[in-house]
């Protein structure tokens, strides 16, 4: 039950026996209560002597205009601020940029991932005590530091679709900020501010067009002390743990306990620490005792950015079908062990092997050379106008069988949204041709002794379809990806870390085969086995534990993502309410 601390209903204006200068707020200790003070009012809380330090009608930020500090104009209109002093809105800006930057620093490739609680506990100091238009600002102000420079790989597509994403993602982190402008105010705020973190990384996930789930918080934490949490809640229990963790730190920080109970400062700083560190208690899954060997090949593309297929048609077909057969060589000397599967990853051919009985028998060709099912990505046109992004099994003597379609499809890359709008304005569009239509079913495929659980792309970042596939009996998790547009950019070790998470989260192998790279074997508990170089062809055969031991994450699905973002969304509802009421006499 969220609660606040119970006080004397507070002044209807400026009592005389209020402090002559404002309490700090934002960057720096608070003065003397475990509430913020919302610019230019001292909160009541504990240690507070009397109920002349309490805010004045209207300082609960969404009612009423606050009592005027000393040297400050109150803004004579309902819902007004006051002015805050320069120096502390320099303070906040500060630490938005920075805490900004330390989340940015979290993520691939620096991949520092102590910094994502570090930066957060910087956001959550630029946002304590502020109302919540000013919450907002700073707010995006953080958010656009840190996406700018983590979703850079946009830019293959152009600096407007970045700028854009950017704007569009930054609405989110402004709408979160004002509302934790609310919660700050309540006890146990670090709690309802990480609930509320997890809410709009949820929403930012579900829209606008399918949402875009990159760059969450959990998604820094590939291999990390808090990566275990993924295994009882999934990516929005890691993201809930680290922004809790922060928001623990910034409150040792700013808020100052009551005289009696120095040691109360202690106390959160030690709940930080502790927050990571019991994952240590989380339990694991062991090994089955049952393994296969999977053959990952990688073909690489002749062109960059967004023309990869270079201008010769099916090398990419026929880049792949040779790393095959090199593959199958490699074998017959004794150089790798014989593989039970093999891998190719998404568009590893550039035809349609429906359509081109000559891409069908190179395909076809390669197979039968390494003699076992093999996974073949391909886009197949559906119609006369649409497509799919396919992953399909290849017998080597019965040729294409089962298959799985993309159901995760990438705006104004596969489709395009608005589109007669969208080709009006910009002639990039034209460059997606045929509409792709998602699938509607998870990636459970049979491929020789195994399920594997096929998986495409950008998919990896949508919690349900890797929980579809895993529910499904797929083992192990097979990420096909064609990262060649982004080659060297920061999307493929980003895309990577996503599949380290899902390898704990779902207690599960994760093959990934990608076009250019990062082709890798991430094993269950999250570690990365083997991985290739960018812009190369390679192969290899690995060996990889089949596992079908559930976790509790896999069990209990979405229900933990649900109970943390309706307690920070409630903390939310309860401060706006009890704001209101204060406001309303």
């Known amino acids: 039950m969220v609660q ?120 959550v100091a630029s946002l304590y005590g502020a109302r919540p238009r000013r919450a907002a600002w700073v707010g995006a102000l953080a958010a656009a530091v840190f996406l700018t420079p983590t979703l850079a790989w946009v830019r293959t597509i152009g600096d407007d679709v970045w700028v854009m994403l950017v704007a569009t993602e930054t609405v989110f982190y402004a709408v979160m900020s004002a509302l934790a402008a609310l919660v700050f105010r309540l006890r146990a705020w670090p709690l309802w501010f990480a609930g509320l973190w997890v809410a709009m990384e949820w929403a930012r996930s579900l829209v606008p067009i399918g949402g875009f789930p990159w760059a969450r ?12 949490y993924a295994a009882l809640g999934g990516a929005p229990l890691v993201s809930f743990a680290v922004t809790l963790c922060g928001a623990l730190l910034a409150h040792a920080v700013l808020v100052r306990p009551p005289a009696a109970r120095p040691w109360l400062r202690a106390a959160p700083a030690f709940l930080a620490l502790a927050v990571p560190l019991l994952t240590m208690a989380v339990p694991r899954p062991g090994d089955e005792g049952r393994s296969i060997n999977v053959g990952i090949v990688q073909g690489n593309v002749p062109g960059r950015g967004m023309y990869v297929l270079g201008d010769e048609p099916a090398v990419v077909l026929r880049n792949h079908a040779d790393e095959t057969k090199r593959l199958a060589q490699a074998v017959r000397e ?105 699938g509607d079913r998870p990636g459970d495929l049979k491929l020789g002794p195994v399920t594997i659980g096929a998986v495409n792309c950008y998919e990896v970042a949508y919690d349900a379809t890797v929980r579809d596939t895993v529910r499904a009996g797929g083992t192990p998790i097979v990420v096909q990806t064609n990262n060649a547009s982004y080659a060297l950019s920061n999307l493929p070790p980003q895309q990577l870390a996503m599949s380290q998470l899902r390898a704990v989260e779902h207690n599960r192998a994760v093959v990934t085969a990608a076009t250019t790279g990062i082709s890798a074997f991430v094993t269950p508990d999250g570690k990365v086995s083997w991985q290739t170089r960018e812009l190369v062809a390679d192969m290899n055969v690995v060996k990889v534990p089949v596992r079908t031991g559930e976790t509790l994450a896999t069990k209990v699905g979405a229900w933990p993502e649900w109970a943390l973002m309706a307690m920070g969304v409630a903390a939310a509802g309860v401060a706006a309410w009890r704001g209101r009421r204060r406001a309303d006499g």
């Open 4 to 123: 606040e601390r119970t006080s004397p209903r507070p002044p209807t204006g400026p009592d005389p026996a209020a402090p002559s200068s404002p309490p700090p707020a934002g960057p720096g200790p608070a003065s003397s209560s475990s509430d913020p003070q919302p610019e230019g009012a001292q909160a009541p809380g504990e240690g507070e002597p009397s109920a002349a330090e309490a805010p004045a009608d209207g300082a609960s930020g969404d009612s009423g205009p606050p009592a005027a500090l000393p040297g400050e104009r109150a803004s004579g209109r309902r819902g007004g601020t006051e002015r805050e002093p320069r120096s502390r809105t320099l303070g906040r800006v500060g630490a938005a940029v920075a805490g900004g930057l330390g989340l940015f620093a979290a993520f691939p490739p620096l991949g520092w991932w102590p910094l994502a609680s570090l930066g957060l506990a910087l956001v």
């Open 217 to 228: 918080v959990a998604f820094s934490q590939g291999e990390s002390l808090f990566t275990e």
């Open 334 to 438: 004794g150089k790798l062990p014989k593989p039970d599967i093999v891998v190719l990853p998404e568009n590893s051919t550039d035809i349609d092997p429906y359509r081109d009985e000559t891409a069908r028998q190179i395909i076809q060709d390669s197979v039968r050379d390494v003699g076992v099912p093999t996974l073949v990505g391909a886009v197949v046109a559906i119609g006369d106008d649409r497509r799919a992004t396919r992953s399909i099994t290849w017998d080597p003597a019965t040729g294409p069988g089962a298959y799985y379609d993309k159901q995760n499809l990438v705006p104004f890359g596969e489709y395009t949204p608005f589109k007669d709008l969208v080709l009006a304005l910009w002639e990039r569009a034209s460059l997606v041709g045929r509409q792709s239509v998602p």
